[in-house]
C-alpha cells in the first residue's frame, strides 16, 4: 500500500516538476514598453506571450528529473 502512495506521488512530482520547467526561467509579461498609442512593435498591445519559446523547454536535458520521477513513480505503482 505504501509503495502505492509513494509511486503515485513520486509521477505527480514529475508532472509538476516538468510543467514548472515549462514555465519558469523565461519572462511572461512583454519586456518592452509600450508606445505612445498603447500597442507594442508589433501592433498587438501588452501580452504576456514571449516572442519566440522555441521547443527548448521539450528537451531532455532539462526535464530528466521529472522524467525520473515519473519513471520510479510508474514502476512503484506498477510492483508495488
Known amino acids: 500500500m505504501w509503495a502505492i502512495l509513494v509511486g503515485a506521488f513520486l509521477f505527480v512530482c514529475g508532472m509538476l516538476f516538468m510543467a514548472r520547467e ?3 526561467r523565461r519572462n511572461l509579461s ?3 514598453p509600450p508606445s505612445q ?3 507594442d512593435q508589433g501592433g498587438t498591445g501588452p501580452t504576456l506571450e ?3 519559446q522555441g521547443l527548448r523547454f521539450l528537451g531532455f536535458a532539462r526535464n530528466w ?3 525520473a520521477l515519473m519513471a520510479v513513480g510508474a514502476v512503484l505503482l ?3
Request: no cysteine.
Open 22 to 24: 515549462a514555465l519558469v
Open 30 to 32: 512583454n519586456p518592452s
Open 37 to 39: 498609442d498603447g500597442t
Open 50 to 52: 514571449p516572442e519566440r
Open 65 to 67: 528529473p521529472g522524467l
Open 78 to 80: 506498477l510492483f508495488g
